[in-house]
């Protein structure tokens, strides 16, 4: 049981190009999540799919598309990188979509924009 | 504005000395709060939730947190800190009924010295 698992976990891109990346888990869980983390700032949310085929915007999506593939993988893409995306990018998942649900995290992708 | 606050950016503690870090939100209704620990490199592991009852909670390693409506606090602490405890603290809320999104404070990062 690996929990929850990203790739890749470092990136070093230029300015304009685009990544995809990939979280999955194998905990069975409906709702996922992507987050980032600056210095200072805590994690914000980006994006979130509650369950299987549904998406929603969280408090700093521009920049970022999401991917609900199935119900274990959910995939962040960047479409055209800026420097400002610099961070590192957490998926978390949990099992329903509930306040009294845990999410569980996975190590994160350290991402650098140049 | 809603929010979640950690006044303290650093805290440095010796080995066996008692723990606190504080935490206020600012969400009218009561939220449901969280606190976890992110060790270097890693990603997030939840230490402990509440949600109603009793307002002293029990976690993992040894910490509870005890909310206290009146002071919008939910302060973490740990009667004797090891050293494998320095790490990242972050309080964390979800405020709205029938929603699960997170939002977090900007973190306590915990030095334990010998």
């Known amino acids: 049981n690996a929990g929850v698992t990203q790739t890749p976990k470092f990136q070093v891109l230029k300015t304009g190009q685009s990544m995809t990346l990939q979280c999955a888990q194998d905990?069975?869980?409906?709702?996922m999540y992507w987050y980032r983390q600056d210095p200072g700032m805590g994690l914000r949310l980006i994006y979130y799919s509650a369950s299987e085929g549904t998406t929603d915007k969280g408090e700093v999506p521009n920049g970022y598309n999401v991917s609900r593939l199935n119900k274990r993988e959910f995939s962040l893409r960047l479409e055209s990188a800026a420097p400002s995306q610099t961070s590192v990018y957490f998926c978390?998942?949990?099992?329903?979509?509930?306040?009294?649900?845990?999410?569980?995290f996975g190590p994160g992708t350290r991402l650098t924009v140049l | 504005a809603q929010s979640v606050t950690q006044p303290d950016i650093h805290i440095t503690v010796s080995e066996g000395a008692s723990l606190e870090l504080r935490c206020n939100y600012s969400y009218g209704a009561t939220p449901y709060l969280f606190w976890y620990v992110q060790s270097p490199g890693q990603g997030l592991q939840l230490l402990l939730k509440?949600?109603?009852?009793?307002?002293l909670v029990q976690g993992i390693k040894g910490f509870e947190a005890e909310f206290k409506r009146s002071q919008s606090s939910f302060n973490l602490r740990k009667p004797s800190v090891h050293w494998s405890d320095a790490a990242e603290y972050f309080c964390a809320v979800a405020p709205d009924p029938g929603a699960n999104n997170l939002f977090f404070g900007t973190g306590t990062r915990l030095t334990v010295i010998p």
């Open positions: 905990m069975n869980h409906n709702s």
């Open positions: 978390a998942s949990q099992g329903t979509w509930s306040r009294t649900d845990t999410q569980y």
């Open positions: 509440y949600f109603s009852g009793d307002t």
